[in-house]
C-alpha cells in the first residue's frame, strides 16, 4: 500500500507576516548559548573564550561568529572588545560579522553596507588564514543583483582557505538556485552540476554529501517563488522525478553510514533531508530524521513553500510521526 500523501506544508504566508517562532541559529551549541547569553549583556569574556576554545574549526568558528552576530548590540560590544583589545582577529571579526548582519535586516542605512565591507577587509588583514571574514563579505554580496563575479570570487576566497566549508556552498547553492527560473525542471541546470562537483570532491564523511539535497530545495524555492510549481509538494513533480529519488535516496544512506553529529549545522542538514523524504512521501524515512532533529528546527527549507516556517515544520512532523 502506498504510503499517504505529504501534508500541506503549513498556513500560507500574508504578505509581511512573520513566524511567532524564533528559529536559534544556535541550534545544539550549548556552550554557544551560554556565551550568547552573557554577550547580550555586553560582557564578552566568555564569548572570547569560547572563540579561543574553538581554535582552527572553521566551521564550527562561522558558526559560533555568526549567531553572536545576530544578537541585538552586537556591534557595540564587539566595538568594545575591540577597543580594549585592538589586536584580536577574534574581536575584529566579530565586529565583522555583526556590521553584515545589521547591514542585512530590513532597515538597514544606506551606509551599512560599507561600514561592513571595510570591517571585513580589516578582519581579513588580521587573520589571514581564517575564512570567515571572507564568508561574511559572501553573505554581505549575496543580494547583489550585479554581484555574480564577485560573488564567484568571494566563494573562492572561502574555499582557498577551507575547501569544504559548509556554510559557504549553502550559500552559492541558493545563488545558482536562482538562475533560469524559466527552464524549470531542467535536469542540467547548473546548479545541480555545482552541487554534484562539491560532493564528489569533499571527503567520504562530509557533509557536503547532503548539497544536492540542498540545491533540489533550492530550486523547488525558486520555482514556486516563480509560479512554475505549486506550493502543495503532493502536486508537484518536483520530488517525484528519477533524479530526485535517486539524489535523494544517495544522501539519505550517506547519513545512515556517516552521521556528522559532531558538525556544528547538522541539524541544518537534517530539515533538508527530513523536508525531502516528506515531499517525496516517505514518512517512515523521515520520521528517524525528525526524531534526530528534536526540538532544532530550522526556517530553511521548511519556508520554501512559501509558506509560514514553523507550521510547515511542525505538518510534516506530524505527518512523519502520526502525532503532534
Same mark, same amino acid.
Given at each position: 500500500?502506498?504510503?499517504?500523501?505529504?501534508?500541506?506544508?503549513?498556513?500560507?504566508?500574508?504578505? #509581511?507576516?512573520?513566524?511567532?517562532?524564533?528559529?536559534?541559529?544556535?541550534?545544539?551549541? !550549548?556552550?554557544?548559548?551560554?556565551?550568547?547569553?552573557?554577550?547580550?549583556? #555586553?560582557?564578552?569574556?566568555?564569548?572570547?573564550?569560547?572563540?579561543?576554545?574553538?581554535?582552527?574549526?572553521?566551521?564550527?568558528?562561522?558558526?559560533?561568529?555568526?549567531?553572536? &552576530?545576530?544578537?541585538?548590540?552586537?556591534?557595540?560590544?564587539?566595538?568594545?572588545?575591540?577597543?580594549?583589545?585592538?589586536?584580536?582577529?577574534?574581536?575584529?571579526?566579530?565586529?565583522? +560579522?555583526?556590521?553584515?548582519?545589521?547591514?542585512?535586516?530590513?532597515?538597514?542605512?544606506?551606509?551599512?553596507?560599507?561600514?561592513?565591507?571595510?570591517?571585513?577587509?580589516?578582519?581579513?588583514?588580521?587573520?589571514?588564514?581564517?575564512?570567515?571574514?571572507?564568508?561574511?563579505?559572501?553573505?554581505?554580496?549575496?543580494?547583489?543583483?550585479? #554581484?555574480?563575479?564577485?560573488?564567484?570570487?568571494?566563494?573562492?576566497?572561502?574555499?582557498?582557505?577551507?575547501? !569544504?566549508?559548509?556554510?559557504?556552498?549553502?550559500?552559492?547553492?541558493?545563488?545558482?538556485?536562482?538562475?533560469?527560473?524559466?527552464?524549470?525542471?531542467?535536469?542540467?541546470?547548473?546548479?545541480?552540476?555545482?552541487?554534484?562537483?562539491?560532493?564528489?570532491?569533499?571527503?567520504? !564523511?562530509?557533509?557536503? &554529501?547532503?548539497?544536492?539535497?540542498?540545491?533540489?530545495?533550492?530550486?523547488?524555492?525558486?520555482?514556486?517563488?516563480?509560479?512554475?510549481?505549486? @506550493?502543495?509538494?503532493?502536486?508537484?513533480?518536483?520530488?517525484?522525478?528519477?533524479?530526485?529519488?535517486?539524489?535523494?535516496? &544517495? $544522501?539519505? @544512506?550517506?547519513?545512515?553510514?556517516?552521521?556528522?553529529?559532531?558538525?556544528?549545522?547538522?541539524?541544518?542538514?537534517?530539515?533538508?533531508?527530513?523536508?525531502?523524504?516528506? +515531499?517525496?512521501?516517505?514518512?517512515?524515512?523521515?520520521?528517524?530524521?525528525?526524531?534526530?532533529?528534536? &526540538?532544532?528546527?530550522?526556517?530553511?527549507?521548511?519556508?520554501?513553500?512559501?509558506?509560514?516556517?514553523? $507550521?510547515?515544520?511542525?505538518?510534516?512532523?506530524?505527518?512523519?510521526?502520526?502525532?503532534?
Amino acid at each position: 500500500m502506498p504510503p499517504p500523501p505529504p501534508p500541506p506544508l503549513g498556513r500560507s504566508r500574508r504578505r #509581511g507576516s512573520r513566524s511567532d517562532h524564533v528559529f536559534d541559529p544556535a541550534l545544539d551549541d !550549548d556552550e554557544l548559548v551560554a556565551a550568547r547569553s552573557r554577550f547580550t549583556q #555586553g560582557r564578552w569574556s566568555q564569548a572570547r573564550t569560547l572563540l579561543v576554545d574553538t581554535g582552527r574549526d572553521w566551521d564550527r568558528r562561522a558558526h559560533r561568529l555568526l549567531a553572536l &552576530a545576530e544578537t541585538s548590540s552586537a556591534v557595540d560590544w564587539a566595538g568594545d572588545w575591540l577597543l580594549v583589545e585592538p589586536e584580536s582577529a577574534d574581536a575584529a571579526t566579530l565586529l565583522a +560579522c555583526a556590521r553584515v548582519a545589521r547591514a542585512l535586516r530590513p532597515k538597514a542605512k544606506p551606509n551599512d553596507a560599507a561600514g561592513a565591507r571595510e570591517a571585513c577587509l580589516a578582519a581579513a588583514r588580521l587573520t589571514p588564514d581564517d575564512p570567515t571574514p571572507w564568508l561574511a563579505l559572501l553573505l554581505l554580496d549575496r543580494g547583489r543583483d550585479d #554581484g555574480a563575479d564577485e560573488t564567484g570570487r568571494l566563494f573562492e576566497e572561502v574555499r582557498s582557505r577551507h575547501p !569544504d566549508h559548509h556554510h559557504a556552498h549553502h550559500v552559492m547553492t541558493a545563488l545558482l538556485a536562482e538562475s533560469n527560473p524559466e527552464s524549470g525542471h531542467d535536469p542540467l541546470h547548473e546548479v545541480y552540476d555545482f552541487a554534484a562537483w562539491a560532493a564528489e570532491l569533499a571527503p567520504a !564523511d562530509s557533509p557536503l &554529501a547532503v548539497l544536492p539535497v540542498v540545491a533540489h530545495a533550492e530550486r523547488y524555492r525558486v520555482l514556486v517563488a516563480a509560479g512554475i510549481e505549486p @506550493d502543495d509538494p503532493a502536486l508537484s513533480e518536483h520530488w517525484s522525478g528519477r533524479r530526485a529519488r535517486q539524489v535523494m535516496k &544517495a $544522501a539519505f @544512506d550517506w547519513w545512515l553510514e556517516w552521521e556528522r553529529d559532531d558538525h556544528p549545522r547538522h541539524r541544518l542538514d537534517l530539515n533538508f533531508l527530513a523536508h525531502a523524504k516528506v +515531499c517525496e512521501g516517505r514518512p517512515a524515512e523521515a520520521a528517524a530524521l525528525f526524531h534526530r532533529i528534536g &526540538a532544532y528546527a530550522t526556517a530553511a527549507p521548511w519556508s520554501y513553500s512559501g509558506r509560514e516556517p514553523h $507550521a510547515a515544520f511542525t505538518a510534516a512532523r506530524t505527518y512523519a510521526l502520526g502525532t503532534p
